[in-house]
């Protein structure tokens, strides 16, 4: 078996409580083409063949979890925290006795049920001999600064902006010691890969589709199931 082929632990920190949406539900248990955007985003990542086993990260107070259908594969889970970092750390520490440092581990949102298999073999096939890597998206549009009035006062930039997507890609025991070191310092990261980058490492951008979306707004739920339908 080479690097590559390595069967690998998924975290996917799921305790958000999505207040965006504006639903008294939870956005990752609302009903994204006739099933839970969480149990969407379970079943994409089980069905990729590299994908040996998920822990789920919930609120400590999810009454909804036993009301989903589970992939065939095994599913742990763990109580996640106040950051979505917070979380993914809860997460990993949960799989301490089943992964070694040296082993890589995935990260990928619930919000995100639209993940290509395709984009995660990529994320694997460059990610594995570059020692960590994420998903993402070259910026397309012109992006603007804006003041506290929403006025636009600069216009930024846009060679060499990305946008960061999950899944993220990192060697078990460097990523546990990069997000503790983040909270230590009390940096507030969004993503893996900013923890990382904070150690010195330097992720590998692996172009990934624009609609791997993150789920937010009830205008995205629409846009995901039009995607899925369309068998994206
Ligand atoms: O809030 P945001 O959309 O950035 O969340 C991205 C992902 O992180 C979601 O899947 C959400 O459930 C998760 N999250 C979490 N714990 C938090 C905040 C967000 O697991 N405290």
Known sequence: ????????WCVV??????????????????????KPLLQRTLDRLAA??????????????DTHWPNIGLPGIPVLTAIGGAE???????????????????NFVLVHDAAR????????????????????ALLAAPLRDTLKRA?????????????????ALTPQLFRYGELVAALESARAAGIAVTDEAMAMERMGYRPLLVEGAESNIKVTTPAD???????????N
């Open 48 to 61: 990729h063949p590299s994908v040996a086993g998920l822990m789920v990260v919930l609120a400590a107070d």
């Open 84 to 102: 979505r970092a917070d979380s993914v750390l809860a997460g990993l520490h949960a799989l301490r006795a089943k992964v070694a440092d040296g």
């Open 113 to 132: 049920p639209c993940v290509r298999a395709g984009d995660i073999s990529r994320l694997l096939d460059f990610g594995i001999p570059a020692g960590g």
């Open 221 to 231: 739920f629409a846009l995901a199931e039009f995607l899925l339908e369309r068998g």
């Open 13 to 34: 920190p799921a305790a958000g409580r999505g207040t965006r949406v504006g639903s008294g539900i939870p956005k990752q248990y609302l009903p994204l083409a006739g």
């Open 147 to 163: 003041d506290t009035q929403n006025c636009s006062v600069a216009t930024e930039p846009r060679e060499a902006r990305w946008r």
């Open 1 to 8: 078996m080479t690097d590559t082929d390595a069967a690998l």
